[in-house]
């Protein structure tokens, strides 16, 4: 079988995916990620969008040794080609180290603001404010199942969600209209 141009490019996208999660450390304990609400606005001239999401649900495995993203740092990974990182360094922990925080409003590409809480059930809540994020994929259609992760050192979560476009191909806004299963899934 002779690979099609867009198979050769699925496949070193997702290489270059897996190089990319193994230098962030390779996740073992493989979470739940609930992305929904998620709202934005899209450039249609250049397919970015500036993307805020509400507080989505990470539940981590059972067997987890913990979320530490004051020392571990956090990634997210947004479709087959955007991948942002949060260095330990840039977090503000609370007091009670259950709730951290960055803020970056001078920043022109990647996350702005990560809220990130510890819930009492052993749950946590990411909200990120993220600018600049390529999803060109929503410029030739009105719905597109994108693939989602957040590692946190050796944890990660990770879901599909369907991006659509509010009003159709010719609409602005963003927003995450459910759960779906992408084709792959690169990082694992």
Not at 42 to 64: M, N
Request: aromatic share 8%; charged share 25%; with cysteine.
């Amino acid at each position: 079988m002779i690979p099609t141009v867009a198979r050769m490019r699925r496949m070193l996208v997702g290489g270059l995916l897996l190089a990319w999660a193994a230098a962030a450390g390779a996740a073992t304990y493989h979470g739940d990620l609930f992305p929904i609400p998620t709202r934005g606005r899209l450039d249609p001239a250049t397919g970015y969008a500036d993307v805020r999401t509400g507080r989505w649900i990470i539940k981590p495995t059972k067997d987890s040794n913990g979320l530490h993203p004051e020392t571990e740092g956090v990634w997210i990974f947004v479709s087959d080609t955007e991948r942002f990182r949060v260095e330990p360094e840039q977090l503000v922990a609370s007091k009670s180290g259950t709730r951290f925080r960055m803020r970056d409003p001078r920043a022109t590409r990647g996350v702005r603001s990560l809220d990130l809480r510890h819930l009492y059930d052993g749950r946590w809540t990411i909200q990120l404010r993220l600018v600049q994020v390529d999803l060109s994929a929503l410029m030739l259609t009105s719905r597109v199942c994108q693939s989602i992760a957040v590692i946190i050192g050796d944890d990660d979560a990770f879901e599909g969600a369907v991006l659509a476009r509010v009003g159709g191909r010719g609409g602005r806004r963003v927003k995450a209209d459910g759960v779906c299963q992408p084709g792959d899934w690169p990082w694992l």
